[in-house]
């Protein structure tokens, strides 16, 4: 039996709550199709640095390399707030997808029907909802050298660096093409080439790689058009295609489609199927330890990590089908409640997802 070894770091704030439903999820997987996962946990954010100082142990690192996937809670909180940069719980995110290199990030935008009146958009610009935003992730703004602050004639200065190369974005926008040929073949750039000198060459290599998928329709868009469009007509996308900073707000943005930021999973990978899993929420200290957590996109990130890094597609489907049974029967996250549902806790949740997926696998 292969075995999958699996990297577990909740985290901080509902980062744990919302990890031991995925695992609890996963490991019905597991006993189901007969997979064999091994989850080893470790520190990692403001919790690792309450105990030892750093937010991205080395321990921590050392498991992940020696792991086949990483499936990480949500780190972050006020409590760390005024730690130098270094020593923010963020920091070891950022370690993590550059000592990686997961450079590809995929946030799928799902709309579950059941959940289309859990959006503050009518019904009739939501309906047939489904875009994939493929973010690059390893470099512009929130990598570039030199990120400082320093004096100018008395004046402080504070200085971050937008740095993009030809090969870094080849390397995303060819992730991107293959996704949309596997799609409706329809793939919209986002950049801001009118003003930034990185969006121009961004566009021109988009451009260059669009010559090898000549299948694909390819459209060009301004970030603050993409971001209006969005919200004005979801339905025109299929796969947005952006960079770092771009793709971190429209993918927020893109949250309110679904109801809910509890909703959305995300994927960060590498060309050998390596990855980091996890939800696109943060840590919600304002709600941790309240058991009100939603736990879905978690749960669902781990069926990214199925389908992803361990090729295990009827996994994954299964994971999803039985997400969408629980949301069909009624019940409900705070976060996604309405009228009429069922108001569950965060355990709850992940208890039926379990139930839901032993008995349409049975």
Same mark, same amino acid.
């Given at each position: 039996m292969a075995e999958y070894r699996i990297a577990v770091l909740p985290g901080d704030g509902i980062g744990q709550e919302v990890t031991r439903e995925a695992l609890r999820v996963l490991k019905a997987?597991?006993?189901?199709?007969?997979?064999?996962?091994?989850?080893?946990?470790?520190?990692?954010g403001g919790t690792a640095y309450d105990e030892t100082g750093v937010p991205l142990p080395p321990e921590t690192l050392k498991l992940c390399e020696n792991? @086949?996937? +990483?499936?990480?809670?949500?780190?972050? %909180?006020?409590?760390?707030?005024?730690?130098?940069?270094?020593l923010r719980p963020e920091a070891a995110l950022l370690t993590l997808r550059k000592h990686f290199d997961l450079f590809a990030n995929l946030r799928p935008i799902i709309l579950f029907p059941p959940l289309i009146d859990a959006s503050p958009l009518?019904?009739?610009?939501?309906?047939?909802? @489904?875009? +994939?935003?493929?973010?690059?992730?390893? %470099?512009?703004?929130?990598f570039g050298k030199p990120k400082e602050r320093r004096k100018n004639n008395g004046d402080v200065v504070a200085v971050d660096t937008m740095i993009y190369s030809e090969s870094e974005i080849k390397r995303i926008a060819n992730v991107a093409f293959q996704i949309a040929r596997n799609r409706r073949k329809l793939l919209h750039s986002v950049d801001k080439a009118n003003i930034l000198e990185t969006s121009r060459l961004w566009r021109e290599v988009v451009n260059d790689v669009a010559q090898d998928y000549p299948d694909v329709e390819l459209h060009h868009l301004y970030v603050d058009n993409a971001a209006m469009q969005l919200l004005r007509n979801p339905r025109q996308f299929d796969v947005i295609l952006t960079e770092?900073?771009?793709?971190?707000?429209?993918?927020?943005?893109?949250?309110?489609?679904?109801g809910s930021i509890g909703m959305l999973p995300s994927a960060s990978i590498r060309g050998d199927g390596f990855g980091m899993y996890e939800p696109v929420h943060g840590s919600a200290p304002d709600i941790a330890g309240k058991g009100i957590a939603n736990p879905i996109a978690t749960i669902l990130s781990s069926a990214m990590m199925l389908r992803f890094s361990f090729q295990l597609e009827e996994e994954a489907r299964a994971i999803e089908?039985?997400?969408?049974?629980?949301?069909?029967?009624?019940?409900r996250?705070?976060?996604?409640m309405s009228d009429g549902k069922k108001q569950v806790s965060t355990t709850e949740m992940g208890s039926l997802i379990e139930e839901a997926l032993y008995k349409s696998i049975s």
């Open positions: 997987v597991g006993n189901k199709f007969g997979r064999k996962f091994v989850f080893q946990e470790a520190l990692v792991s @086949d996937a +990483i499936l990480l809670g949500a780190v972050g %909180g006020d409590k760390w707030d005024n730690l130098p940069s270094s009518k019904r009739e610009i939501l309906e047939g909802t @489904d875009i +994939i935003i493929v973010r690059e992730l390893t %470099g512009g703004l929130y770092n900073t771009f793709g971190d707000i429209l993918s927020d943005e893109a949250a309110m489609l679904t089908k039985a997400v969408l049974e629980v949301l069909e029967l009624g019940y996250t705070p976060d996604i």
